[in-house]
């Protein structure tokens, strides 16, 4: 039988207030939902500007528990609505830590799992160890009405081998909330590079495990509280690629953005009896993957 997953995207340019970005978004998801979404894929830490441009204690108040009066919302959101919400929050698990945390809803309301980021940036502008512990969940699918749902957050889209535990462990289709943007003073030839390289990468976990992918990024231009930068100028590009790495849509740079995607979810199974590329796996080789580097 076909099986039709329809999944939204909302990529969109946020301010200072959180509540108006919330209640932004809330309204996207609405619009989403009345065009017959299943699966709605937000950016990553959705409710508030990128803070990790700067290294300040005082925005550790921005963080949220999990469960809690956030979660709620969200959670009350998807339920009213029936569909499946995967959102990404800034998790306050006890005095002192934190976590970039992706937390999925089901259709009933309920938390139907977490993620927690594992691969944490530290860069010029995106200071997130200052903020973020790495996560302790490992990679694991989150299940739900709609299928296995390998969720993963932004840093953690360059690294095939989180997108391939996730394949292993039956993940259905990899999704990425992200914030990436441009450094102002590279060029414009450097700028695309960049932006070509974070989609190649992802299209090519797409192939490499024979699974479709969703990532959705933010847009707009944020400026560096501190002013030691010209800020990020967020490269939007959210996209949805088939188990080939085929676009089955692809959204501007500079432009918020909601839309539905449909993926056929029963190909995978076939790309991979094209390919079988976990059947063909030399794992009796491979131990040396768990090494920093090999000298």
């Not at 909302?10 to 989403?32: F, P, S, T, W």
């Amino acid at each position: 039988m076909d099986r039709k997953l329809r999944v939204g995207i909302i990529q969109q340019a946020n301010g200072a207030d959180v509540v108006a970005n919330r209640n932004k978004l809330i309204e996207k998801v609405h619009m989403l939902a009345k065009r017959g979404v299943d699966l709605i894929v937000n950016q990553e830490l959705h409710d508030s500007l990128y803070f990790c441009q700067t290294e300040n204690v005082d925005l550790c108040d921005l963080a949220t528990e999990i469960p809690g009066y956030v979660t709620d919302i969200y959670g009350k959101l998807a339920g009213e609505l029936g569909i499946v919400i995967v959102t990404s929050l800034f998790e306050r698990r006890a005095p002192g830590l934190y976590h970039n945390t992706a937390v999925v809803f089901e259709r009933d309301g309920s938390i139907a799992g977490k993620y927690r980021k594992m691969h944490i940036p530290d860069d010029p502008a995106y200071y997130e160890k200052f903020y973020f512990t790495p996560g302790d969940i490992g990679f694991e699918p989150i299940d739900t009405s709609v299928g296995k749902l390998g969720v993963l957050v932004c840093w953690d889209q360059w690294y095939p081998e989180a997108a391939r535990l996730m394949a292993l462990k039956g993940a259905e289709i990899l999704i990425y909330p992200t914030a990436i943007g441009w450094e102002s003073s590279d060029t414009d030839e450097e700028k695309e590079r960049q932006r070509q390289a974070w989609i190649t990468v992802q299209r090519g976990h797409a192939i490499a495990n024979g699974l479709p992918v969703v990532a959705v990024n933010r847009t707009g231009h944020e400026p560096d509280p501190s002013k030691q930068t010209n800020g990020i100028q967020f490269w939007g590009s959210s996209f949805v690629a088939g188990p080939q790495g085929e676009f089955l849509f692809s959204a501007p740079c500079n432009e918020d953005v909601t839309s539905v995607v449909e993926i056929d979810m029963k190909r995978s199974e076939q790309v991979r009896r094209w390919w079988p590329f976990l059947r063909d796996r030399r794992i009796d080789y491979y131990g040396g993957l768990t090494r920093r580097f090999i000298d």
